[in-house]
């Protein structure tokens, strides 16, 4: 048996039942479930015979909820996206823009279909479910069959072009990535004052000689957002501030874990957090050390520190007042550093931050992929990007799982 996986945005099924109908005939497509919402397809013969004893099945599933973006949850293709979006990005792309855009094209997917050949596809079958493809605008992940005539897993396109195999190559050049206008039918036209905003940050951009572009949308306002707790807030540095310390190899990762355990804040430690102390790798450590822009941002947000700085300077935590800093060894008492922390920056101050670096964001993100330099330090701006998008409650994610769209 041979079988190959479709992935569209589309979620109108009766499609593939009309296309399949066409292309074999009617009497050699068996529905299984109804015709409206069919659970499963099985082709034996029609116009363009079969072997004997060759089939193909079709089956599918969809997201519960139909959508653009992918937002952590419990629905199997929703998960399933996740750790293609996660395994699509550790690969070590030749062409790192086709790769950012098949990342953007597995967000907006809300159907996988699942093609079964038995024995194997033939000619006349891959001619079938390359016209789906064409109809359905998706792409495939597979082994090698048939319709794919290769030894490594990976992804093609729509006409067959190789996206990207799990050893970097492609044959493809673009990726279109469409997103139906149903899901912004609804939206409501964007406030006053989130359009302002989007308006000075351009300015300020533009003042920095920060390439941006006017087609980002703007970010929530006052009246939508949520912000994070002091509290909480509070707690959230201590944990990053004490995590820091194995990063730059001053302490090692079990005493660490002691002293969170010992200060109550074992249990405000992400997943990836512990699973970093209870084995701090060296390529680990390095990405962990840039946690210190992310620190910032929260002691800015918690009105420890002036003000975010230069989006070219990295920060300086030795600058921050001792009182002011809940973590400087092991002799440190986070509690009293939580007791200080009693307020926050308005939400405007925040949101005005949010907006600015997600649109600086974006402009690093637009260099990196036509191979120029970033305007401004693409790791600064991501950091803090991810920190603000934290504070905000951006599509209520949680620390080790914050998104930073652009």
């Not at 912004?184 to 300020?204: H, L, M, V």
């Not at 964001?361 to 401004?376: H, S, T």
Request: contains cysteine.
């Amino acid at each position: 048996m041979e079988n190959c996986t479709l992935y569209t945005h589309e979620i109108d099924m009766e499609k593939v039942l009309t296309r399949t109908r066409a292309h074999f005939g009617e009497k050699a497509v068996k529905v299984t479930g109804p015709e409206h919402h069919w659970e499963q397809l099985t082709i034996t013969s029609g116009k363009k015979l079969l072997r004997k004893g060759n089939t193909l099945t079709i089956r599918y599933r969809q997201r519960a909820i139909p959508g653009y973006q992918l937002v952590r949850n419990d629905d199997p293709v929703t998960t399933n996206l996740l750790g293609m979006h996660g395994f699509i990005q550790q690969l070590p792309a030749e062409n790192s823009r086709l790769q950012e855009l098949l990342l953007a094209k597995v967000a907006t997917i809300n159907t996988e279909i699942i093609f079964l050949a038995e024995p194997a596809f033939n000619g006349d079958l891959r001619t079938a479910v390359m016209d789906l493809a064409q109809e359905l605008d998706g792409f495939f992940f597979c082994e090698k069959n048939f319709i794919f005539d290769t030894d490594v897993q990976g992804f093609w396109d729509k006409t067959g072009a190789l996206l990207l195999d799990v050893n970097g190559h492609s044959t493809a050049t673009n990726l279109t990535v469409n997103i139906n206008a149903v899901y912004f039918d609804n939206q409501e036209a964007p406030s006053d004052a989130a359009t302002a905003r989007k308006q000075k940050s351009i300015a300020q951009l533009k003042q920095l000689q920060v390439k941006t572009t006017p087609n980002l949308p703007v970010i929530t306002d006052e009246s939508q957002v949520t912000l994070r707790s002091v509290r909480e807030v509070a707690e959230r540095v201590a944990v990053l501030a004490a995590v820091n310390a194995v990063a730059f190899d001053y302490l090692e990762g079990d005493t660490v874990i002691s002293y969170l355990q010992q200060h109550q804040l074992w249990d405000k430690t992400t997943p990836a957090e512990k699973a970093f102390l209870a084995d701090p790798q060296e390529e680990q450590k390095t990405r962990e050390t840039w946690k210190c822009e992310d620190i910032w941002v929260l002691l800015w947000a918690l009105n420890k520190v002036p003000s975010l700085g230069e989006m070219d300077t990295l920060c300086n935590l030795d600058m921050v007042p001792e009182a002011e800093f809940p973590f400087r060894g092991l002799d440190s008492d986070p509690a009293v550093f939580l007791a200080g922390a009693t307020s926050l920056r308005t939400a405007g101050d925040i949101l005005d931050a949010n907006d600015l670096y997600y649109r600086a964001n974006w402009a690093c993100v637009d260099a990196r992929l036509k191979g120029e330099e970033a305007p401004v330090h693409p790791g600064i701006v991501y950091e803090r990007h991810y920190a603000l998008n934290w504070l905000i409650n951006y599509r209520e994610q949680p620390w080790d799982d914050v998104s930073c769209d652009t």
